[in-house]
Nanobody, 122 residues
Framework: QVQLVETGGGLVQAGGSLRLSCAAS????????MAWVRQAPGKGREFVAA????????YYADSVKGRFTISRDNAKNMVYLQMNTLKPEDTAVYYC???????????????WGQGTQVTVSS
């Protein structure tokens, strides 16, 4: 059974940092595109960042570019999202997603985690 489990969410003040982790199990995702997607209250899911299986290509939403960094460790089947200079508008449930042909197209991801809440206070 494929599972993606996110950890690392929490409450942080504006300007602070958090590091999200996603642990994948049930199969290897070492050759899959992996991504982070978020959903704010009352809104649809929004692409945040994605990374190719070699880590050579990284993709970011304009709203997080320069503040967030996605990385992966294929040996551990892990994906990370380092979030710096957090803003209140970053408040959302953050989901780990795996396996898509198009890195920035949210509905194409095949596997999803349960999400972790990130709340940024002003």
């Amino acid at each position: 059974q494929v599972q993606l489990v996110e950890t690392g969410g929490g409450l942080v003040q504006a300007g602070g940092s958090l590091r999200l982790s996603c642990a994948a199990s049930g199969r290897s995702f070492s050759r899959s595109i992996m991504a982070w997607v978020r959903q704010a209250p009352g809104k649809g899911r929004e692409f945040v960042a994605a990374i190719s299986w070699t880590s050579s290509n990284q993709y970011y939403a304009d709203s997080v570019k320069g503040r967030f960094t996605i990385s992966r460790d294929n040996a551990k089947n892990m994906v990370y999202l380092q979030m710096n200079t957090l803003k209140p508008e970053d408040t959302a449930v953050y989901y780990c997603a795996a396996d898509s042909i198009s890195p920035t197209i949210v509905p194409q991801y095949r596997y999803w985690g349960q999400g972790t809440q990130v709340t940024v206070s002003s």
